[in-house]
């Protein structure tokens, strides 16, 4: 069983920068899950952010975020953060961290097993 809590969320005016960190409690070795970030703003459906390999070696971000995003990880302390920067208004939404195994595509929200209840963000202009 994997318990995954997200924090760090909060309100930020447009341009501004939040961190995100995911906790993991988890039977099995943190390290051997690929770990992701999606998001959610109302009315729309989930949609990938980023994710980062076991070692931290390999990341990969969707087009919207990158350069902006960074996604990486402590596997010493089971956690898993997101810094966002150049935040803009469209980047408002519930934002959840995720578990899987190395199997499947990374950015497929339907691969991974193991899912936060969310933290909002919210970017006014």
């Known amino acids: 069983q994997v318990r995954l809590v997200e924090s760090g969320g909060g309100s930020v005016q447009a341009g501004g920068s939040l961190e995100l960190v995911c906790t993991v409690a988890s039977g099995r070795a943190f390290s051997s899950y690929v770990m992701g970030w999606f998001r959610q703003a109302p009315g729309k459906e989930r949609e990938f952010v980023a994710a980062?390999?076991?070692?931290?070696?390999?990341?990969v971000y969707a087009d919207s975020v990158k350069g902006r995003f960074t996604i990486s990880r402590d596997n010493g302390k089971n956690l898993v953060y997101l810094q966002m920067g150049s935040l803009k208004p469209e980047d408002t939404a519930v934002y959840h961290c995720a578990a899987k195994t190395m199997e499947g595509t990374w950015s497929a929200s339907g691969t991974y097993m193991y899912w936060g209840q969310g933290t909002q963000v919210t970017v006014s202009s």
């Open positions: 980062i390999g076991w070692s931290g070696g390999m990341s």
